[in-house]
């Protein structure tokens, strides 16, 4: 029998995460395209970031066919969030673009499963691209990311918000997420998070070009 879930953050009620999540205004709209695969994923920070944000909408597809109408919004100027060799500081582009507040596009999914949802949505193809300016090292201790790095969904996006709209403003975005993985850590117990994550975790931190979240 599968243990009862939250509706809202669809964890079990009893490691429900609502009560930590805030509702943060943003002039800047947060579009988050999520592979299908990680909204069944345990760590699922795309949701915890779009609960957090009044400013965002979550899709979960493949194929998004509502995407030139939310591209062609004229309230927004869209940006993607995804490196490349022609990818900006989030910042820079902003300051660049000044009469409009951006649409941040960031694709949700492991490395393989973000560059497929491109390649399915040629429109995203087409958008500019940012990365960040700075960056932090990651919190998500139970990642073996594929490149040194990488964060996830949920702290790429709190780190462009907070190189747009000001340091600190977004801090709370990571409250539920921080206490998510203390929660996986303390299921596996402390000497089996050692064994497997704690090296790992240790690693430098240097590449600015952040791509999205890996399993």
Known sequence: MSRAQCSRCERPLSHCLCALIPRLPSRTRVLILQHPQEARHALNTARLAALGLTNSQ???????????????????????????????????????????PLQLVVP?????????????????????????????PSRYRLRKAAMPGALSTIEAITQALEELEGAGRFRQLLQPFEALIEGQIAAMGTETYRNNHAQAADEPLSVRAVPPSEP
Not at 121 to 133: F, G
């Open 108 to 136: 949700d999914g492991t490395w393989r499963k973000a560059q497929k949802l491109l390649y399915l949505n040629p429109l995203l193809l087409a958008l500019p691209r940012v990365t960040l300016a700075t960056l932090s």
């Open 58 to 100: 979550l899709l979960c597809a493949e194929r998004f066919d509502e995407l030139a109408d939310l591209l062609g919004d004229p309230h927004w100027h869209s940006c993607l969030l995804f490196p490349g060799e022609q990818a900006v500081p989030v910042a820079r582009f902003a300051t660049d673009h000044p009469g409009q």
